[in-house]
């Protein structure tokens, strides 16, 4: 996968209800990826899924991701999923350190052991970031943020980052409106200042290199903006992915402007 392409991450959640509602909706974005040569996509089912849909699909346009793995590789741990069984699955990728899994009771330490064993196994890993509300208008954001890569990224040698894309998910923005999305301005700042971090623990040429996605009340109506003046290298959808017409026009949008 190479930044020339923009990244969309399609992340389902716990969402749809049943396999049925499931192999439907992939089957659509499927055929709406089709023509889609200039974006990388990638569809995170829930895990029960996974293989199932994985199985659907021989094609190079579309990749998988689980929305977490435990950083064990087998042995008791009652409702974990380990990455070899993901990757077994069909999943290149995985996403880390989602806010709603942090919000669950994932620390930080979590976070940063799921990222060493992700990137160990061989996964391209979504590490997510973001602040609370309360950070955010408190003005110590960027503090937060600076925090979060260090101690995500932790041990992580050089040659690995190219298996990590960062995520910046403002908590605060995540599951509203599409008009509640951060403003592309304020992304654009933000996505500097990640840079930077990461500029500070690898340097410039490895920061400049690694991808930044965008998550938060994305949708058709604020793609553009978002991608082209926030400049990330992609986005993270979680509502909109579930609607194969707004996630084709997604696609469309990020084609158009790659
Ligand atoms: P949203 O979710 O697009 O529904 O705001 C994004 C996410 O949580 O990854």
């Not at 064990?72 to 290149?92: N, Q």
Request: glycine share 8%.
């Amino acid at each position: 996968m190479s930044k020339a392409k923009k990244l969309i991450v399609a992340n389902w959640k716990m969402n749809p209800e049943t396999y049925g509602k499931a192999e439907e909706l992939f089957l659509e974005i499927k055929e709406a990826a089709r023509p889609i040569s200039k974006v990388d996509i990638v569809i995170a089912p829930p895990a029960i899924y996974l293989g199932e849909l994985a199985s659907l699909y021989s094609g190079s346009r579309i990749a998988f991701a689980g929305q977490d793995a435990f950083w064990e590789k087998k042995g008791a741990h009652t409702g974990e999923i380990s990455l070899p069984m993901l990757k077994d699955s069909g999943a290149t990728h995985v996403i880390v350190g989602h806010s709603e899994r942090r919000a669950r009771g994932e620390s930080d330490e979590d976070v940063n052991k799921k990222v060493l064993a992700a990137v160990g196994a061989g996964s391209i890993v979504i590490l997510c970031i973001g602040e609370s509300d309360r950070d955010h208008r408190s003005g110590h954001h960027l503090e937060f943020l600076t925090k979060q890569i260090s101690s995500a990224l932790r041990g992580v040698p050089q040659n690995k980052l190219s298996r990590i894309v960062v995520a910046y998910e403002p908590i605060w923005a995540i599951g509203k409106s599409e008009e509640e999305a951060m403003q592309p301005a304020e992304l654009h700042e933000t996505v500097l200042i990640i840079k930077k971090n990461i500029a500070q623990l690898y340097g410039k040429a490895a920061a400049l290199k690694m991808r930044i996605l965008y998550g938060g009340s994305t949708g058709p109506k604020n793609t553009e903006r978002l991608l082209a003046e926030g400049e990330v290298d992609g986005l993270l959808v979680g509502k909109a992915s579930l609607s194969s017409k707004e996630f084709a026009e997604m696609l469309q949008i990020a084609q158009r402007i790659s």
